[in-house]
């Protein structure tokens, strides 16, 4: 993992800007590009029939955070999987997985996965800080307030459901991380 971190770190020094299409699949989910759109980890089959993986650009743009890849610290601190190909909105309802999102050491350090988490549960007529804590005092309950409708994959995402203007007025900012800075230029 080292290799390809540093590799995708020489790659943005050296072009000035972080492109989905050159990073290693290791480091694409939770990746966002000079543009500000996130980038999305995709399947396709090869010539010889076999299922690879790539990364690409989706649609959809992170508010704030621009050439970011995200540290291994917060994909562990939040319990998100780099080789998982689109984001569900179903993960929200695993009590686990809701608790580490929700925990202090993602929640206060993780801005770019709680963005995109924050944005998801939206999509879901959830409201993530109530889902947080309700989950703290009753996981059945906090369960209960999302809907789920599958796999929300970038671009159909951005196109579905865009946010609403009363939602990103809503939207908590987030705080500058602290064991997830952005990758330096």
């Known amino acids: 993992m080292i290799i390809f971190l540093a590799f995708a770190l020489f ?10 299409e050159e990073l290693p699949v290791g480091l694409c989910s939770f990746s966002i590009t000079s543009s500000g759109k996130r980038c999305l980890l995709e399947t396709y089959t090869s010539n010889y029939g076999t299922m690879r993986f790539q990364c690409k650009t989706s649609e959809v743009v992170a508010l ?10 917060c994909v562990s601190a939040c319990g998100v999987d780099r080789k998982s190909v689109g984001i569900s909105s179903d993960s929200l309802l ?9 925990s202090p050491q993602c929640n206060q350090n993780c801005p770019n996965i709680v963005d995109l988490y924050y944005n998801l549960a939206l999509g879901e007529g959830a409201f ?3 889902l947080c804590k309700s989950q703290q005092t009753s996981s059945r309950r906090s369960m ?5 409708s599958g796999v929300a994959f970038g671009p159909i995402a951005a196109a579905a459901s865009p946010m609403s203007a009363a939602a990103a007025a809503a939207a908590p900012s ?8 952005p990758a330096p230029m």
Do not use: H, M, W
């Open 11 to 20: 790659l943005q020094g050296a072009l000035g800007v972080l492109v989905c």
């Open 128 to 130: 993530l800080p109530d």
């Open 174 to 181: 987030p705080s500058s991380p602290v064991d997830c800075a």
């Open 64 to 73: 704030n955070l621009r050439d970011y890849i995200e540290a291994d610290e």
């Open 144 to 148: 209960a307030q999302i809907q789920s």
């Open 94 to 102: 695993d009590p686990q997985f809701t608790a580490k999102l929700c």
